[in-house]
């Protein structure tokens, strides 16, 4: 059997070794885009394609470079950081995958001014990440003191700002709203649904309207909640939650997840003056526009208009 020169292999060998070399020196690099929840869904899906587009054209260009994952939160606020496609690029981060992060502008990354300072002045650095921002003309591998110490957080500081602005015109525009009497809610109250063609109205849902008239009669019967809850269920009526599911795929109902219905049910749809016309609203708001907490409005601060809508009679 003939045999190889070892003249002939040494090329071989040492450009495969020169390859594996270059590899190891390529920074495996993250693209994270993320579309926004906070300019009234100005946004499309073609934006998050163009970041990411963006971004990928980048990384092809820069041959230090290599496009190793891409990340894309898709609706969700610049204001906090618990996104679920920023988490998984963080923890590939935290493992090693990942040493170097490119965006489209620091407003993608995060518009929180003290979390997005804390990323790129103490986080990165320590986990030695390259941070790259296109359109802010910013590398961290490039950037002096004034870059990072002076220029970032006034950029940061301002998309804060932005995003406040935005969360107090949302606020004022739904208080307009709920004093003109038009509904702001994500779900019509079971027994009504959205005009197709004013989503701020409600109109009368025919198809479970007898479902309400039924409560209201046998409570002016004098039926306990619990009997009609009972009898409703012996009969297999739908349950607002039931009613959702089947009209939207959606189990987060009226009631939450309830298959059957029960006396607390009968009860709420008692007590609301949604049924005779009477819109109440802004019962609770959000803590601030960074925090999806939500506060109690005393009851003498919410908005009550008769006459909203037709009653169920």
């Not at 980048?58 to 920023?86: H, K, Q, S, V």
């Not at 990942?98 to 620091?106: A, E, P, R, S």
């Not at 804060?160 to 779900?187: L, N, P, T």
């Amino acid at each position: 059997m003939a045999r190889k020169s070892r003249k002939n292999l040494m090329p071989q060998a040492a450009a495969q070794e020169a390859v594996q070399q270059n590899e190891k020196e390529l920074l495996r690099t993250a693209a994270y885009a993320r579309l926004s929840v906070e300019n009234g869904g100005h946004e499309t899906e073609d934006s998050l394609h163009t970041q990411i587009l963006q971004i990928h054209n980048y990384i092809r260009e820069n041959p230090e470079l290599t496009l190793t994952d891409t990340y894309a939160d898709n609706g969700f606020t610049g204001t906090r950081f618990d996104r679920p496609e920023f988490e998984r690029m963080m923890q590939d981060v935290r493992t090693g995958k990942i040493q170097c992060i490119v965006v489209k502008d620091l407003s993608r990354f995060g518009r929180d001014y003290i979390e997005t300072g804390k990323y790129l002045q103490k986080i990165f650095p320590e986990k030695k990440v390259r941070f790259i921002s296109i359109n802010d003309n910013y590398d961290s591998m490039n950037a002096d003191a004034n870059d990072t110490h002076l220029v970032l957080p006034i950029k940061n500081f301002i998309n804060d700002s932005y995003c406040r602005d935005i969360s107090m015109k949302v606020k004022s525009s739904q208080q307009m709203k709920r004093e003109k009497g038009e509904f702001i809610g994500a779900f019509a109250p079971f027994g009504y649904k959205k005009n197709p063609n004013d989503k701020h109205q409600l109109i009368i849902d025919q198809e479970v309207k007898g479902i309400i008239e039924t409560i209201f009669n046998k409570k002016v019967d004098g039926y306990s909640s619990s009997s009609i809850a009972k009898y409703l269920n012996e009969l297999g009526i739908v349950t607002p939650a039931r009613h959702r599911e089947k009209k939207l795929g959606d189990s987060v109902g009226f009631v939450g997840k309830d298959r059957k219905w029960d006396a607390k049910m009968i009860n709420r749809v008692i007590s609301n003056p949604v049924y005779i016309g009477t819109l109440e609203q802004g019962k609770q708001m959000k803590l601030n526009y960074k925090s999806d907490k939500r506060i109690d409005i005393k009851k003498e601060d919410w908005v009550v208009i008769e006459n909203a809508h037709k009653g169920i009679e």
